[in-house]
């Protein structure tokens, strides 16, 4: 069925030219002068794609792009802005417009973003798994609040091309949402490119990113496509983006703004089509004001910020994140993959992860590879001390003083810490006369910590 786009604009010139590209594009165009002819033109039909103005006679594109998010939520909508006027482009992006163009209107930009935006309507796939059977294929795990919120914004923000900024620790799953976020959106059957800023020496920082020609420098032996071109029609991930030299960033900008790149010793600019992810678990706002981070690279990629939580703030998702775990590294293993003893599960409530998922599957590994049998016990896991000792141990002047030397600790940590444990804990339980939850209390750890602890410690009797 031939697809509809609606054009507002209130000058008949760029209403023309436009009409014109997109009926040679094989398109049905409809379209408005005004904001209130915009409204009642979406009333009338159902469009797949709108694009508007930012200066309309009634209003601004801005409340075009809010009313069509609000009540037709389906259709993208791309911003046609002036030249230079970053901030309108951010605006727009912001308030959920798909992407935006710069007037004079570039004819191949039009067509890409035209293109883009309408296998955005066809696309179906949002609600369910991603097609792709790319071995890569993401999948966030977990069922808490703040992993289902993060799913919808993933949902949300794969419908739009705006830049967007993943914020969290080393290893909770920046690389996943992004993925995911690519996976979701239109772009998912073209290439998802991960690099690690932090990884590429800075001398080769250039040409990895933009390629090079033949003979540009030495070891230059043949052209060299950059990761800028092989992810051209798809994504581009720049993880750790804070780690790139200030030199790259200016060169980083400029491609992003300019939407083309020059390879390294090449005397053209390569026009290319990118939706740009980032992610950094530094503070980027901290890297800009300590003068580590451009400004305008700062506005330019962090259009929109995500949030990644830790798994300390999503412990409950631990029982379907080992099960995923576990199945994966021990699915082979005769009698059915691995599980966890309810001890052991227990012991991983009480741990903080500050390696968060990396770490939760690194200690599974080890410990599957430790266990005797299919059930991994809490020995297996190997906590040299939970976290909550540190809040226990800062109460410990005014429980308990340590008997111990800490020369003691040497060679035998774990039982030196147990021991300021049972100390600690003993004196608490009878600070509280042996009311559990009071101590727990006065702990500042939960209930479930404090059983597992007396459990381990064997004072529970
Ligand atoms: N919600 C999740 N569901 C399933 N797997 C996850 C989830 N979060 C993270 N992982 C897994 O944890 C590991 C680390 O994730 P990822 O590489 O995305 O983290 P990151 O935040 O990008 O790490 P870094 O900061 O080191 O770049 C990966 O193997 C990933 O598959």
């Not at 530094?282 to 798994?311: C, M, T, W």
Request: net charge negative; aromatic share 4%.
């Amino acid at each position: 069925m031939t697809q509809t786009v609606l054009i507002v604009d209130d000058e008949p010139a760029i209403r023309e030219l436009l009409e014109i590209t997109l009926s040679r594009m094989g398109l049905n165009t409809q379209s408005a002068a005004t904001l209130s002819e915009a409204q009642s033109a979406l009333r009338q039909e159902q469009a797949d794609l709108c694009l508007t103005d930012m200066r309309l006679p009634d209003g601004n594109g801005i409340s075009l792009v809010e009313l069509i998010q609000r009540d037709y939520p389906n259709l993208p909508v791309a911003m046609i802005t002036a030249h230079g006027s970053v901030e309108t482009a951010i605006t727009a992006l912001k308030a959920g417009a798909f992407d935006f163009i710069t007037k004079p209107i570039e004819l191949e930009r039009l067509r890409t973003l035209v293109s883009s935006a309408l296998r955005l309507s066809d696309y179906s796939g949002t609600d369910g798994e991603p097609s792709s059977d790319d071995a890569k294929t993401a999948q966030l795990i977990g069922n808490t609040a703040v992993i289902n919120t993060l799913r919808q914004q993933i949902h949300k923000l794969a419908r739009s091309q705006a830049p967007v900024h993943i914020h969290g620790e080393s290893g909770s799953g920046k690389e996943v949402v992004a993925r995911l976020i690519h996976q979701h959106g239109p772009r998912a059957e073209a290439a998802f490119i991960a690099v690690n800023c932090g990884a590429i020496p800075a001398e080769l920082m250039e040409s990895e990113l933009f390629g090079h020609v033949k003979g540009s420098f030495t070891g230059a032996a043949k052209d060299k496509l950059g990761l800028f071109q092989s992810a051209n029609g798809g994504t581009l991930f720049l993880d750790e983006v804070a780690d790139l030299p200030l030199a790259m960033q200016v060169k980083l900008l400029r491609a992003i703004q300019e939407k083309a790149v020059r390879p390294v010793g090449g005397n053209e600019e390569l026009a290319i089509d990118v939706r740009i992810l980032s992610a950094t678990h530094k503070n980027l706002a901290d890297e800009v004001a300590a003068g580590r981070f451009r400004n305008d690279l700062y506005y330019r990629i962090h259009v929109i910020d995500l949030q990644v939580p830790s798994l300390r703030e999503r412990l409950d998702d631990l029982p379907a994140l080992s099960e995923a775990i576990l199945s994966r590294i021990s699915a082979d293993s005769p009698g059915g993959p691995a599980t966890l003893s309810n001890c052991a599960l227990e012991a991983m409530h009480n741990y903080h992860f500050p390696g968060n998922v990396r770490e939760l599957e690194n200690i599974l590994e080890r410990a599957w590879a430790l266990s005797e049998g299919r059930q991994i016990e809490a020995s297996d896991l190997q906590f040299a001390s939970g976290p909550s000792s540190s809040s226990a141990a800062s109460s410990l002047s005014n429980l308990a003083a340590p008997a111990l030397a800490i020369e003691e600790a040497f060679g035998n940590l774990e039982a030196y810490l147990e021991d300021i444990e049972r100390q600690v804990i003993s004196a608490a339980l009878e600070q509280c006369r042996w009311n559990k939850t009071a101590t727990a209390k006065l702990l500042g750890i939960s209930f479930r910590s404090l059983r597992y602890r007396l459990q381990k410690l064997q004072l529970d009797d």
